[in-house]
């Protein structure tokens, strides 16, 4: 596959999604930019959510860590099931009676503003990081691959991806993403089942075979249960159970496209939904990945070092020219379905709960969207600096590097949620920034000495809900005498 014919391929996405950008964003204001008019039918935000969840990250590294751990996985993908429907149970009706914009303006109700500041910025950290971590997983395949070739720095690859991203979520925000989105997730699975079915051709497999190679092969185990490994059923479920609550429920970028639904049932119908669709998806990925490493096996490929490259590997010097355009077309959905809603939700959550948008009457209209564009532009530029920085590091297993982040950056806004819905305490305002700063530290401390003082246990995904205890902990430390009313979850 020839790299003229893999920009082109990227170049007409890109002007499919700036006309559904021109169309749906003519006349969108702020109302529009922030919550899509809350208008959005429930089963275009259950579809468009597969691209968001799923990453460009899933489209690589599931496929090529089945190498690595199996289907093991697929633990972890049951635990976001549940966890799905805990937010559709608890978090979404809480979202929908305080009318909310920005997810953290809970927490200034309910604690004050150092704490919905605070928990802001976990946010803006960590989803700044691994939104830089998907580009740069994506951009150094299209790099390696295509670009190298042509003598195109890195810098300039990434550079050209943000500001088409730019382009076409610039004015219309979540009204134009709601839309996009259900675009680019069509195509993401038009890649990944495609892509199954020409592996499997390639492999003279029929229906049977297929079923053969997955569950007989060498790829085929799901679960695992040495206690003292990462991958111990348990510790995966929970896990993922936890990392779902947090990483869809408690966080801006997932959240503010569900309360653009026109009602709070449509929202919970959207993610209970989604619960059974991420598991169908998630098993399809590592199918397809089961399937490639079979295939190299047979034919006796070197796999790459880097695991991350054998799906590129495959599909673009191996499997024929539909295969490599099949990935190309998948990789480019996946990536820019996840990316793309990031400098709408940064700028949201920057400019209500950083900046106090919404409690500034002096400020008019003219001058929130003047701000509002500057912030957006302000991430873009941001996000360029991380990815690039990212490069200077030579950054590998993207995927392992954006869940030990969630462990670090959400625990405290799962202990400052949960704290503040379960409990009638009041906390100082004051002291909730220690409160939520500690923990991650004692969870790093954790993490690499837990096998010596824990006899081999070697800490995954459950560090979240530790990270979260020990949050509400030191929210408990630092309350007050008095009970809070209407602090709690019928609040």
């Not at 790299?3 to 996405?13: K, R, T, Y």
């Not at 751990?69 to 608890?90: D, E, H, K, N, R």
């Not at 929970?238 to 408690?250: H, N």
């Not at 949960?418 to 009041?426: A, K, Q």
């Amino acid at each position: 596959m020839t790299p003229a014919l893999i920009l082109g391929c990227i170049g007409v996405f890109f002007v499919v999604l700036v006309t559904i950008a021109w169309r749906t964003g003519r006349h969108a204001g702020a109302h529009a930019y922030f919550l899509g008019e809350r208008k959005s039918p429930w089963y275009i935000l259950a579809f468009g959510l597969i691209g968001e969840s799923l990453s460009g990250v899933t489209f690589i590294s599931v496929p090529g860590q089945v190498g690595l751990q199996q289907f093991g996985y697929f633990q972890m993908v049951m635990g976001y099931a549940i966890g799905y429907l805990i937010i559709a149970g608890v978090l979404l009706p809480l979202y929908y009676r305080l009318n909310l914009t920005s997810i953290y303006s809970y927490l200034f109700g309910r604690y004050g503003p150092r704490t919905q500041k605070v928990g802001s910025t976990f946010f803006l950290v960590s989803r700044l990081l691994g939104a830089a971590a998907r580009l740069y997983l994506t951009a150094g395949v299209i790099q390696y691959f295509v670009l190298d070739a042509w003598g195109v720095p890195f810098a300039a690859t990434v550079a050209f991806m943000i500001l088409l991203m730019m382009a076409y979520t610039f004015k219309g925000g979540i009204k134009t993403i709601v839309w996009t989105d259900t675009f680019l997730s069509s195509f993401l699975l038009l890649g990944l089942f495609l892509s199954i079915v020409l592996i499997a051709r390639q492999m003279d497999l029929g229906v049977g075979g297929v079923w053969a190679a997955l569950w007989e092969g060498a790829y085929s185990r799901v679960f695992f249960w040495d206690w003292q490994a990462k991958t111990f059923f348990p510790k995966q479920f929970i896990g993922g159970m936890v990392v779902a609550v947090c990483m869809t429920g408690l966080d801006q970028n997932m959240m503010q496209r569900n309360l653009s639904a026109r009602t709070l049932p449509e929202a919970q119908k959207n993610i209970r939904w989604f619960a059974v669709i991420v598991m169908i998806v998630n098993l399809a990925f590592l199918c397809l990945g089961a399937l490639l490493h079979t295939y190299a096996d047979a034919r006796g490929i070197a796999k790459p070092a880097n695991l991350d490259h054998l799906f590129p590997l495959l599909a673009l010097q191996h499997l024929g020219l539909l295969a490599g355009l099949m990935f190309i077309i998948g990789l480019t959905s996946a990536t820019f379905a996840s990316a793309d809603t990031v400098l709408t939700t940064l700028t949201t959550s920057f400019c209500i709960d950083i900046l106090d948008m919404e409690r500034r009457p002096q400020w008019d209209e003219a001058f929130k969207t003047r701000l509002r564009h500057q912030v957006h532009v302000f991430f873009a530029l941001l996000l360029l600096l991380v990815i690039l920085t990212f490069k200077a590091l030579d950054a590998r297993e993207v995927i392992l590097l954006v869940l030990k982040l969630a462990n670090y950056t959400y625990g405290p806004l799962l202990g400052l949620f949960f704290f503040g819905l379960f409990t009638r305490i009041r906390v100082e305002d004051r002291w909730t920034p220690l409160a939520c700063l500690l923990p991650p530290v004692m969870c790093y401390v954790l993490e690499v000495n837990g096998p010596r003082w824990f006899a081999g246990y070697q800490f995954s995904n459950e560090l979240l809900l530790v990270n979260g205890l020990l949050t509400a902990l030191g929210l408990w430390l630092a309350r007050l005498r008095t009970p809070a009313a209407g602090a709690s979850l019928a609040a």
